[in-house]
């Protein structure tokens, strides 16, 4: 096992808060767009699993399995938007924890 050796200062970086103020404007514009697309494609799997209940209670010719299986995918897809947002919630928190 190896010790923990100190840390050298020296040769940490200072952060340039302008090129952060500079570059930030498209990383916004990225991860907006992303998590527009991913609530998106959460909206269309709901809307899926609805019609496909919706079509078999009125009794179309859809199969049960396909039902079940779209019914499955939206609950999946909401479990994981649900999850992402509690760590999105935790790393907020603890950013907002750290002092300066």
């Given at each position: 096992?190896?010790?923990i050796?100190?840390?050298?200062?020296?040769?940490l970086?200072p952060?340039?808060?302008?090129?952060?103020?500079?570059?930030?404007?498209?990383t916004?514009?990225?991860?907006?767009?992303?998590l527009?697309?991913?609530?998106?494609?959460?909206?269309?799997?709901?809307?899926?699993?609805?019609?496909?209940?919706?079509?078999?209670?009125?009794?179309?010719?859809?199969?049960?399995?396909?039902?079940?299986?779209?019914?499955e995918?939206?609950?999946?897809?909401?479990?994981?938007a649900?999850?992402?947002?509690?760590?999105?919630?935790?790393a907020?928190?603890?950013?907002?924890?750290?002092?300066?």
């Amino acid at each position: 096992m190896n010790p923990i050796s100190q840390v050298n200062l020296q040769n940490l970086q200072p952060i340039n808060m302008n090129s952060l103020q500079n570059n930030s404007g498209g990383t916004q514009t990225k991860f907006a767009n992303f998590l527009k697309d991913s609530i998106n494609e959460l909206n269309d799997s709901q809307v899926k699993s609805i019609d496909s209940t919706t079509k078999l209670v009125k009794g179309d010719n859809i199969d049960l399995h396909n039902v079940m299986i779209d019914a499955e995918k939206a609950n999946i897809t909401l479990q994981t938007a649900i999850e992402i947002r509690n760590k999105v919630i935790d790393a907020y928190q603890e950013i907002m924890r750290m002092q300066m």
